[in-house]
């Protein structure tokens, strides 16, 4: 079973090249092929993963941290959640084509993981983690932006910087009702509390946040609900700018 892949081809359909082909591979294999091919000899993609998750968090963090200085906590965790959600992720995964590119066992091969959300952001995370293995934090983030920049630049011209203004609107309109804000969680000490807010619409929960301060926990929340209300849009994003890619 174990094939020793055309690794040239494969960074070409990837834009990527690899110094040691193993963490490619290795990015690309899931567990169930690993079970079923003992003489495979680069391993599964699970450890990757786990990396490339921690990398591609730190990187959109970077990016949201600096890009908007005026944004409150809260605001910035909710949008970086949304960046980096699974779905998100496996969007990211097909824009790449990664499904075609995948090893996987039988059971898998048949079930229709090549097309399977979950299955493509996790090796979506694990080639972030390789090529941070292989290059570093630039490489990683050279790899990485277009992917964020081009999700905040999709919702340019349908987003608006206050949350929660943009969730009344969508609750009038389809509920004729306001949303309401109620505090479930206090933590910290008195000079430095951490609020968590639920917003909710017709007395059901839509979204919850944290913030240091009680709006900032309520625009948190809003932008929670938003990016999973159907018909809505988050909010207005400054067009991002974005940098020439490092090679690896």
């Given at each position: 079973m174990t094939s020793y892949p055309n690794i040239d081809s494969l960074e070409r359909a990837l834009g990527l090249h690899f110094r040691d082909p193993n963490?490619?591979?290795?990015?690309?294999?899931?567990?169930s092929y690993v079970n079923e091919d003992p003489a495979c000899t680069w391993g599964d993609n699970e450890r990757l993963e786990f990396l490339g998750d921690a990398v591609g968090d730190f990187i959109a963090a970077d990016l949201l941290y600096n890009r908007f200085p005026d944004w409150e906590e809260g605001e910035l965790t909710a949008l970086r959640a949304a960046m980096v959600r699974a779905d998100t992720l496996?969007?990211?995964?097909v824009e790449l084509g990664l499904g075609a590119h995948l090893r996987l066992g039988k059971g898998e091969e048949h079930s229709g993981g090549r097309n399977r959300p979950a299955l493509l952001?996790?090796?979506f995370?694990?080639?972030?983690g390789a090529v941070y293995l292989e290059g570093g934090m630039e490489a990683a983030a050279a790899f990485l932006l277009p992917f964020l920049c081009g999700f905040l630049d999709s919702r340019n011209s349908l987003l608006r910087r206050d949350a929660k203004s943009r969730l009344q609107e969508w609750a009038q309109a389809n509920y004729k009702s306001t949303p309401s804000y109620a505090i479930v969680e206090e933590?910290?000490?008195?000079?430095?509390?951490?609020f968590t807010v639920e917003v909710l619409v017709r007395g059901e929960p839509r979204g919850r946040g944290t913030g240091r301060t009680k709006q900032a926990a309520e625009q948190a929340a809003a932008q929670d609900a938003l990016d999973t209300c159907p018909g809505t849009a988050s909010r207005r994003l400054g067009s991002v700018r974005q940098g020439p890619a490092a090679p690896l």
């Open positions: 963490l490619l591979l290795a990015a690309l294999t899931h567990s496996a969007q990211f995964a952001g996790d090796a995370e694990a080639l972030v933590s910290g000490p008195d000079h430095a509390r951490v």
